[in-house]
Nanobody, 118 residues
């Protein structure tokens, strides 16, 4: 069973940036997987931030508006989420989801807290 571990969250002022990392261990199939970033704020539904397939094609949530960029490094079994121009409404727990093969539940990480505040 693969393990998914996020890191890189923290406290940032409005307009600031963070780079989140997601390391997936316990699998040699990382290059073929669909990996996504999702977030959930207290009292709100979980929403998709960014999802990337094995070809590197990425879909972003409607709220991103060009501020975030997802990338992957298959030599490190790691994906990243570069977040720029963060706003208070971006405050949430950001979780990484690994899925291979397709049409399986996949695995979730524990999440990393992102707090945007003055």
């Amino acid at each position: 069973q693969e393990q998914v571990v996020e890191s890189g969250g923290g406290l940032v002022q409005p307009g600031g940036s963070l780079n989140l990392s997601c390391v997936v261990s316990g699998t040699i199939r990382f290059p073929f997987a669909v990996i996504g970033w999702h977030r959930q704020a207290p009292g709100k539904e979980r929403e998709m931030v960014a999802v990337m397939n094995s070809a590197g094609n990425t879909v972003y949530g409607d709220f991103v508006n060009g501020r975030f960029f997802m990338s992957r490094d298959n030599t490190k079994n790691t994906v990243y989420l570069q977040m720029n121009n963060l706003q208070p409404e971006d405050t949430a727990v950001y979780s990484c989801h690994y899925r291979f093969p397709r049409n399986t539940p996949g695995s979730w990480g524990q999440g990393t807290q992102v707090t945007v505040s003055s």
